[in-house]
């Protein structure tokens, strides 16, 4: 084996070279998105005059066959297909349209595409596998011939299309072209085992972490010796305060700054598109982002803070409620710039908690949280008052929500608390209500989590789970249904370090036994002290005090602030708990595309199905085909895309059905399509 650097063309140029895809290897699956964002990259190369770009490795194992050279693609097929699609879309525009270039367009042809002299077989110098290499070959037949359904027609195409709209010239993008580094691993033949290597490529586990594509986006475009200072005064500190976990930082970071959230395995392109379109300074951006990590930093390290900020934030991470990250970070940038003081930063805190613990009590769906804390820092900023009034506008942002992004008043969240299984609750949330509840407002603070992790303290059903004839007669005739309604609920749980001498014996028993009830120390059995039974009653009026203590602790803050904006509403997908018949929609946002006015539920069901179509016309198609959401051509009212038709004679509800079927179908989140109506 033996492997070296060469430049992309080079590999491809030679007399007689055929390059073949193994039967072996996955059909050819890019889609538009990786063709976009290579073509961007190009166009990036131009502009900023890039010497070289490196493209990655290509493994081959080469074949000597006398008359031509042939060589079996390993690994690296994906970029070796799709540049040898824009090779000859830009060979196919220059020929069609005629245009002045320094480009030779025979030499695009015969170095890097074909091989004149060859046979009918060997003639063109790559061949895909199976359907792809039927669908490869047409592009240099006659366009009748063209495979529809295919990636190497659709990418073609765009290639195609994009070099039509002159964005760059065919000489700039030539040349970016000739930029394009590869590494050339090339393997023996009956020396180096391909299987083995291909399998050592893809599961080493090495694969840069999208931090590291971050971190290499801004430093390798720098001088050694400047990348060597920006590392040291910003990138290790960024890493160490983020203790790191570079990638959800930067994703949280991003969030802040577009109202985005990237997709986890796309926060390098999403970084690199912030990065570009606001051409930011590296210095600056580098400054800025050191900032931002001292405040990941106060947030993930919150577990021994003693400070009135770290413990606020402590008990949010003890829910892990990772999805508030971003607004807290915003809000600590805010507190810093004295908009806000530190005490309102604590009062802005509780109330997150408060939020995200009452939601959890009355099963309120979480996947509108992320939109929620994403957005709710653009919200605060689009009053012109807010630096005089932050912390009421907050308060009337998260107050004011509906449905499922509502924060549960007092009357829901005391009627849940108090119905709920709280013996059955997720484990961190079941102890964080307990040791909240033993110690809101106590000096003489009890450690539960760690007393109960280590078994000194149980979890305790004052009504036993097994219930005995002397516990029948205490309870009543109903006892049953006493049983059934009460047992694992809030009333009827408690803690004690002496569970198994208690088991099921009688309330009494209980209560005045030695280490009993009665000479507990804990608050949650101070009012079992003086009880003289157990009973319905008993256990509705201990609930009844627990849920009062409940709504001291996590407080439901309304405001008085009276807004003077605008009222727009913002939706996801996911927000299925509406009803949208006779509101009227103003504008959507589809991943991180910028947001569109819209006039009409049919022209937004229109425009989301282009779009939608455009990422993945094959799986699009054969959604609407399999959903029946289909018309028949030409149709009155019905909405055409591409060649074919949807059925657009529809409801605003219907239309919103239809939507999340086929972005659930095409493997895109809920959220990821926003709508604002009025």
């Given at each position: 084996m033996k492997a070296n650097e060469k430049d992309f063309l080079r590999f491809l140029e030679g007399a007689d070279k055929h390059f073949v895809i193994p039967v072996y290897q996955r059909n050819y699956d890019w889609k538009k998105e990786q063709c976009k964002q290579l073509f961007d990259?190009?166009?990036?190369?131009?502009?900023?005059?890039?010497?070289?770009?490196?493209?990655?490795?290509?493994?081959?194992?080469?074949?000597?066959?006398?008359?031509?050279?042939?060589?079996?693609?390993?690994?690296?097929?994906?970029?070796?297909?799709?540049?040898?699609?824009?090779?000859?879309?830009?060979?196919?525009?220059?020929?069609?349209?005629?245009?002045?270039?320094?480009?030779?367009?025979?030499?695009?042809?015969?170095?890097?595409?074909?091989?004149?002299?060859?046979?009918?077989?060997?003639?063109?110098?790559?061949?895909?596998?199976?359907?792809?290499?039927?669908?490869?070959?047409?592009?240099?037949?006659?366009?009748?011939?063209?495979?529809?359904?295919?990636?190497?027609?659709?990418?073609?195409?765009?290639?195609?299309?994009?070099?039509?709209?002159?964005?760059?010239?065919?000489?700039?993008?030539?040349?970016?072209?000739?930029?394009?580094?590869?590494?050339?691993?090339?393997?023996?033949?009956?020396?180096?085992?391909?299987?083995?290597?291909?399998?050592?490529?893809?599961?080493?586990?090495?694969?840069?972490?999208?931090?590291?594509?971050?971190?290499?986006?801004?430093?390798?475009?720098?001088?050694?010796?400047?990348?060597?200072?920006?590392?040291?005064?910003?990138?290790?500190?960024?890493?160490?305060?983020?203790?790191?976990?570079?990638?959800?930082?930067?994703?949280?970071?991003?969030?802040?700054?577009?109202?985005?959230?990237?997709?986890?395995n796309k926060v390098y392109i999403s970084f690199k598109k912030y990065a570009l379109n606001k051409a930011l300074d590296t210095k600056k951006l580098l400054i800025d982002l050191l900032k931002f990590s001292l405040f990941y930093k106060k947030i993930i390290n919150a577990k021994d803070a003693k400070d009135k900020v770290g413990i606020a934030i402590n008990r949010i991470n003890r829910l892990k409620s990772v999805v508030t990250y971003p607004f807290i970070m915003e809000a600590f940038n805010d507190c810093e710039k004295g908009i806000i003081n530190e005490d309102d930063l604590v009062i802005i805190l509780d109330i997150i908690l408060s939020f995200v613990f009452r939601r959890i009590i009355c099963d309120v769906a979480t996947n509108s949280l992320n939109k929620i804390f994403m957005l709710i820092g653009r919200k605060i900023k689009k009053h012109n008052d807010y630096q005089n009034n932050y912390l009421e506008i907050f308060k009337y942002i998260i107050t004011k929500e509906r449905l499922s992004r509502r924060f549960p008043d007092d009357n829901e969240f005391k009627s849940k608390l108090i119905e709920r299984d709280i013996y059955n609750f997720n484990s961190k949330n079941k102890l964080f209500l307990l040791e909240r509840l033993e110690n809101f407002?106590?000096?003489?603070?009890?450690d539960v989590e760690n007393l109960i992790n280590d078994k000194e303290l149980t979890i305790e059903h004052i009504m036993p789970q097994t219930i005995n004839p002397k516990w029948k007669r205490d309870l009543g005739e109903n006892w049953k249904e006493v049983q059934e309604k009460y047992l694992h609920t809030i009333g009827n749980i408690t803690l004690t370090g002496y569970n198994s001498k208690m088991t099921n014996k009688p309330f009494l028993e209980k209560r005045d036994m030695e280490k009993g009830f009665k000479e507990s120390r804990l608050f949650l059995n101070s009012h079992l002290h003086n009880l003289e039974n157990w009973n319905e009653k008993t256990i509705k009026n201990r609930a009844n005090l627990l849920s009062e203590k409940a709504l001291k602790i996590w407080e439901y803050l309304g405001s008085s602030y009276k807004s003077t904006e605008k009222?727009?509403?913002?939706?996801?997908?996911?927000?299925?708990?509406?009803?949208?018949?006779?509101?009227?929609?103003?504008?959507?946002?589809?991943?991180?595309?910028?947001?569109?006015?819209?006039?009409?539920?049919?022209?937004?069901?229109?425009?989301?199905?282009?779009?939608?179509?455009?990422?993945?016309?094959?799986?699009?198609?054969?959604?609407?085909?399999?959903?029946?959401f289909d018309a028949v051509a030409n149709a009155t009212r019905h909405i055409k895309i591409d060649n074919f038709y949807i059925n657009g004679n529809l409801t605003a509800e219907m239309i919103l059905l239809r939507l999340r079927t086929i972005i659930e179908q095409i493997g895109l989140d809920l959220d990821d399509l926003s709508f604002t109506i009025k």
């Open positions: 990259d190009l166009i990036d190369i131009a502009k900023n005059s890039f010497r070289t770009h490196f493209l990655g490795s290509i493994v081959s194992i080469y074949y000597d066959k006398g008359k031509y050279t042939e060589y079996l693609i390993i690994d690296g097929q994906q970029r070796l297909t799709t540049l040898s699609l824009l090779l000859r879309a830009i060979y196919k525009f220059i020929d069609e349209k005629k245009i002045e270039t320094a480009v030779n367009k025979e030499q695009i042809q015969d170095e890097y595409l074909i091989n004149k002299y060859s046979k009918k077989d060997k003639k063109i110098r790559l061949k895909p596998v199976k359907n792809d290499n039927r669908a490869f070959e047409a592009l240099f037949e006659n366009e009748e011939d063209y495979v529809e359904n295919s990636n190497i027609t659709i990418n073609y195409q765009y290639f195609y299309d994009r070099i039509a709209k002159e964005e760059i010239s065919v000489d700039d993008l030539f040349l970016s072209i000739k930029k394009l580094v590869i590494v050339e691993i090339e393997l023996k033949n009956g020396e180096d085992n391909p299987q083995l290597i291909f399998e050592s490529l893809n599961s080493t586990g090495l694969d840069l972490t999208e931090a590291d594509k971050v971190r290499n986006f801004i430093l390798m475009k720098e001088e050694a010796s400047t990348q060597e200072e920006f590392y040291n005064d910003y990138w290790n500190k960024i890493e160490k305060n983020t203790n790191y976990n570079v990638s959800d930082f930067i994703r949280d970071y991003l969030t802040i700054k577009e109202r985005v959230i990237p997709n986890k407002e106590n000096k003489e603070r009890v009222a727009l509403k913002e939706f996801t997908l996911s927000d299925d708990d509406k009803n949208f018949a006779g509101e009227k929609i103003v504008s959507f946002k589809l991943l991180d595309n910028k947001e569109q006015e819209i006039n009409h539920w049919k022209v937004f069901y229109k425009t989301v199905c282009s779009t939608l179509y455009e990422l993945d016309p094959i799986k699009f198609k054969q959604i609407v085909s399999d959903n029946k």
